[in-house]
């Protein structure tokens, strides 16, 4: 079982490799466009993640996912990885980050 500080420092670790994440059609990581939703630790090494795509028909809509679960699962502490993919609420450009929308010059 993890102590908090270890759930946080697991939800830090899971952050920064969503981080290295790219969607290949758009210069920015999957985190600061906005598409990751939650990471939700437990104790006991099971991760949830919810994330959506910038759109259902999106042509990464099998890989991206797929290399998400992948990387996080190699993670130390890491037990089990539940992905989820939503599109409620849809993504818009509204929930990238000042840093992503500096990226796409749209700043």
Request: hydrophobic share 40%; net charge negative.
């Amino acid at each position: 079982m993890m102590n908090p500080d270890e759930i946080r420092e697991l939800t830090e670790k899971i952050i920064r490799v969503t981080k290295n994440i790219y969607d290949p059609e758009i210069p920015v990581n999957i985190y600061e466009l906005g598409l990751i939703y939650e990471v939700d630790v437990k104790e006991n090494g099971h991760v949830k993640v919810v994330m959506t795509l910038t759109a259902p028909n999106c042509p990464v809509a099998e890989s991206l996912p797929a290399q998400v679960k992948e990387e996080i699962e190699f993670l130390t502490g890491v037990t089990e990885v539940n992905l989820e993919i939503t599109f409620e609420p849809p993504w818009d450009m509204e929930m990238m980050s000042d840093e992503a929308k500096l990226e796409m010059g749209l700043l």
